[in-house]
């Protein structure tokens, strides 16, 4: 199994381009989210999925879109990039989204985003 | 609103050494608590899970505890090696992480 698999790995975007992170696991998790990860922030929840046609927002959702519509892909849209959304993104997946006995959390490498 | 905090931010402890790093949280309402460490530029690898009905987990030299009463887990690192140096980070489900405790262990 490749487990949580990102691209790219890094990317520099202009203020105000668009473009799609993705993401895709290969274990049928049914559970899905991304993250942010700034310095003294620690991660913080941007958007989750519990199923493929189920999507809601996190602590930070705004400037953030995403989609699911198939259990392996869910892909994370900026749509107006802004230089505030300069941060690394991990996507990260597992069985459930709520307690259970093998609920553990697999992430992904990360994006690094840079916003000039 | 759930909070979880990590204490030290940063640790530095002589290789051999035994050691404890601490997660707390504010709401009791937790399914499950995760253990995590980063590697600088890298992701995030799974340590340890404790369900919530649980107490404490082991792998190898690895050791964590829970108490969900007081809001507390620990992670335990028997006999401290250069390649423990990492980001140590707990999180609680329904998903809120801590900011981490970057442990660097001296040769």
């Known amino acids: 199994n490749a487990g949580v698999t990102q691209t790219p790995k890094f990317q520099v975007l202009k203020t105000g381009q668009s473009m799609t992170l993705q993401c895709a696991q290969d274990?049928?998790?049914?559970?899905m989210s991304w993250y942010r990860q700034d310095p003294g922030m620690g991660l913080r929840l941007i958007h989750y999925s519990v199923g493929a046609g189920i999507t809601d927002q996190g602590e930070v959702p705004n400037g953030y879109n995403v989609s699911r519509s198939t259990t392996e892909d869910f892909p994370l849209r900026l749509l107006s990039a802004a230089p505030s959304q300069t941060s690394v993104y991990f996507c990260a997946s597992s069985r459930t989204g709520s307690g259970g006995s093998t609920d553990t959390q697999y992430f992904g490498p990360g994006t690094r985003l840079t916003v000039l | 609103k759930q909070e979880v905090t990590q204490i030290p931010a940063a640790l530095s402890v002589p290789e051999g050494e035994n050691l404890v790093l601490n997660c707390s949280f504010t709401?009791?309402?937790?399914?499950?608590l995760q253990w995590f460490r980063q590697d600088p530029g890298k992701g995030l690898t799974s340590l340890l899970l404790i369900q919530s009905s649980q107490r404490e987990q082991t792998s190898g030299r690895l050791n964590a505890s829970l108490d969900k009463s007081s809001g507390r887990s620990t992670l335990y690192i028997a006999a401290s090696q250069p390649g423990d140096s990492a980001t140590y980070l707990c999180a609680v489900r329904p998903l809120v992480f801590g900011k981490g405790t970057r442990l660097s262990v001296i040769a």
């Open positions: 274990m049928n998790h049914e559970y």
């Open positions: 709401d009791s309402a937790i399914y499950n």
